[in-house]
Structure formats: structure tokens, C-alpha cells
């Protein structure tokens, strides 16, 4: 007898969420199609290319022959210079032989989770947050604690609420600054006071820091400018956002030394590594040339930060706070008397204008939208247009 869809499915899937960015975007692909013009503001990638110098590294290797397996951690040469360029930037030596590569961050941020998490164990995470960490820690069989990032705290944490929720089964913070969806960042001093608790609780810490770069007042403090935490510190990061090279799959961790060769079988499991050529070319990521299109791509972003933030805090009812990181706007709307669902849905539907609703996020995102504003001015001036008349009606 055949068995029926539901058992044929893993217990662990059951009630696992994607990325809505990407059913979303299905959604308004397919307006598009029946001729309807929308603004896409749900997925989160830069709308710039790739800086030239890393997609010519990226041809000439490919033509050299870089189409051969790499070393399930990833090439020495990249290991070596993130290494250095995070020993660089903070106070702590950083062991290349720490690092690991891997075919995007979020991969990263699995077997990270998918090495170190129990069944039954708990992990506390930020909520509003990038899914995949709610999604890697429930495949692990465990149990995914939230707590919540207040708006009247620029999105950080109640470090007195994070404090309460640390139980005997807890074994795991993450953090993510700054954030997606939020755009909060945590300070230096957050950042100590939950390596202290960490420290207390013998606790690890996932510090997913993929918008370091993108920021738009002091350079955002990291978790390794904390001293004496690298032996329970877990950072990813990669090309994905700064260098706008989502597409490539290319993101990299920092994992305590004792835990390295769990990671590594991990991926020697999953992936086997990651593609030889992106890492090549990535080495070029780190040149005066390729620093200057990051710089004038944030410069960008935060002129459509200041338009995009001031023209939603000009209409009735809907207030949003000028993120200090990532692309994203996350204004709150619950004035607007509609779930952030129905609104994301009626905005597409109604107005043309694709984004996504807060609860996309965690239930904490009630109330509240989540806006890339990684597109052109002109495209953000049309949307705000669209966003005034269609709240104009509700
Ligand atoms: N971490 C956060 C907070 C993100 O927002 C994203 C992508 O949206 C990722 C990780 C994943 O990055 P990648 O595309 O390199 O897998």
C-alpha cells in the first residue's frame, strides 16, 4: 500500500517555513506576466552588478581550469586573506585554519546549526529574523526561543528579556547585526553583556554579520571586538550583500577551533565544497578597486534610505525608523488597522508594489512591513506614490 503524502514526508519538515522573499517574488513574477507593472521591494539583493574586476577574475579562472573540486573547507589562499582581513579589523587573531567556505552564508548558518544543536536542545533567536535560523534549528530537532527586538530600542534587544529566557536546555544565541529585517544593530555593549551571559551559561554564539559592511553611521561593532569569546563564537558572513554576488553562492565562517572538523564533515557530507572559480575570484574582493564600487554602492543605498524613510514617515499612520544597516525598511504600520499579512497582499494585488509582510519574520513582525530599498530612486519615488494612494483608501 502506498503511503499518503504526509507520511512520506520527514517528520522534521513538517511545519518548516521558506524564505517568503522568494514565494513572494513567484507572486509578482507571475502579475508581471499577465502585463501588470510592479515595483519588486521583497527579495533582498543588491541591484548592482558584481564589481568588474571580481566577474573578470571569475572568467580568466574558469578559462584556466579553477573547474576542479576544492578542499571541502575551501582554498587556502581565501581561508588566508579573510582571515587576515578580520584579524585586521578587530582585536582578536583570527586562525585561517578556523575559516571555512561555503556555497552561500545561509549554508553556512546550517551546518553551523546542524553541527553543534541536539534534539531538545533550545537556541534563542531575534525575533523578527532571517528565517533560515527558526528553519535549521527545528531540522536539527530543536527548539527555537524568541525573543523579541523592540522598535523603541532601535530593534535591539531587552537584554533583561534575552537574560530570562536562558533555560538548563539552552545552548545557543544568535545574533544577526546588522539585521535583516529590521536593520537594528547591536552596540559594543550588547555585544559584551551577551558574551557575559554566554560566558555564564556556557553558552555558544552565532554571530551572522553578513551587512557588515553596509551601514550608515559608525562601522557597526562585531562580535569578535569582544575579548576572550572566540572559543564559543561562531561568525558567518560572505559576498552575497557587500559585493552584490548572490547569485555566485559564496559565504564563509569563523567556527571555535574544537568544532572545526564536525563543520568540515558536515560539509564533506552535503556539498563537498564549494565551486573553485567563485572562490578565485573572490580573492579580488579585497582590492582598493573593488572597496571603492562597495563604498559608492552603500553611498547609494543611503540616499534611498533618507527618500524612502522620509516619504513613509510623511504618510498618516505609518511611522519607520532610519535603519543604521542592511537595505531594508521595516515601518510600523499597526495604525493602519490592517494584519501586516492582508496589507502585504493588497499592496501587491492593488497597488503593484511587492514587499513583505513582517510576520515573514517571526509573530513580533505583527504590524509592520519589511521594504527593500536595494532599487532605483525612481522606482522608490513610484512606490511611495503607490503605498500614499492605496493607504490613502484603506
Ligand atoms: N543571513 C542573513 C541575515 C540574510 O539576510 C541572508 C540573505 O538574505 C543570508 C544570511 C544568506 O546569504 P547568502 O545569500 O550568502 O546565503
Redesign the pocket.
Known amino acids: 500500500m502506498k503511503l499518503d503524502t504526509k507520511s512520506r514526508i520527514a517528520k522534521r519538515m513538517r511545519g518548516i517555513r521558506g524564505e517568503a522573499a522568494f514565494e513572494m517574488l513567484g507572486r509578482a513574477n507571475e502579475l508581471e506576466r499577465q502585463g501588470r507593472n510592479i515595483i519588486h521591494l521583497e527579495i ?1 539583493e543588491p541591484d548592482f552588478d558584481t564589481p568588474e574586476a571580481i566577474v573578470r577574475a571569475g572568467i580568466n579562472w574558469l578559462q584556466k581550469g579553477a573547474t576542479h573540486y576544492s578542499p571541502v573547507p575551501g582554498i587556502w589562499e581565501l581561508r588566508t586573506e579573510i582571515a587576515q582581513r578580520l584579524s585586521s579589523r578587530h582585536p582578536q587573531k583570527i586562525d585561517p585554519r578556523c575559516v571555512l567556505i561555503t556555497p ?4 553556512m ?1 546550517f551546518a553551523i546549526i546542524q553541527s553543534v544543536v541536539d534534539p531538545g536542545d533550545e537556541v534563542i533567536c531575534p525575533d523578527p529574523s ?1 528565517p ?1 535560523y527558526e528553519a535549521a534549528i527545528r531540522m536539527a530537532g530543536a527548539t527555537p526561543v524568541q525573543v523579541r527586538l523592540e522598535e523603541s530600542k532601535e530593534f535591539r534587544f531587552d537584554l533583561n528579556e534575552l537574560s530570562r529566557r536562558i533555560t538548563s536546555r539552552t545552548k545557543m544565541i544568535v545574533l ?1 547585526s546588522p539585521q ?1 529585517p529590521t536593520g537594528g544593530v547591536l552596540n559594543l555593549d550588547d555585544l559584551r553583556k551577551i558574551a557575559d551571559l554566554a560566558r555564564k551559561h556556557d553558552l555558544l554564539i552565532l554571530s ?1 554579520e ?1 551587512y557588515s559592511e553596509i551601514y550608515y553611521g559608525n562601522p557597526p561593532a562585531s562580535i569578535l571586538d569582544v575579548p576572550d569569546v572566540l572559543d564559543r563564537v561562531f561568525v ?1 558572513n ?1 559576498f ?1 550583500k557587500i559585493y552584490a554576488m ?1 547569485g555566485w553562492r559564496l ?1 564563509y565562517g569563523v567556527v571555535p577551533a574544537d568544532t572545526f572538523s564536525s563543520v568540515e564533515l558536515f560539509l564533506n557530507n552535503s556539498v563537498s565544497s564549494t565551486a573553485t572559480f567563485t572562490q578565485r575570484a573572490a580573492l579580488e574582493a579585497f582590492t582598493p578597486e573593488t572597496e571603492k564600487a562597495t563604498q559608492n554602492m552603500v553611498a547609494e543605498f543611503r540616499k534611498r534610505r533618507d527618500v524612502f524613510a522620509d516619504g513613509l514617515n510623511g504618510i498618516s499612520g505609518v511611522h519607520c525608523l532610519k535603519p543604521l544597516g542592511a537595505f531594508y525598511l521595516f515601518p510600523n504600520i499597526s495604525r493602519l488597522g490592517l494584519p501586516s499579512e492582508e496589507f502585504a497582499n493588497r499592496l501587491l494585488n492593488d497597488a503593484g508594489v511587492a514587499v513583505l509582510p513582517g510576520t515573514a519574520f517571526g509573530d513580533y513582525g505583527e504590524g509592520y512591513l519589511r521594504l527593500s530599498f536595494a532599487n532605483s530612486l525612481t522606482n522608490i519615488e513610484t512606490a511611495l506614490e503607490r503605498i500614499r494612494n492605496f493607504v490613502s483608501g484603506v
Do not use: E, F, H, L
Open positions: 533582498g552561500g552564508a545561509k549554508m548558518i532571517y533560515a544577526n535583516n551572522d553578513i558567518v560572505g552575497s548572490t559565504g
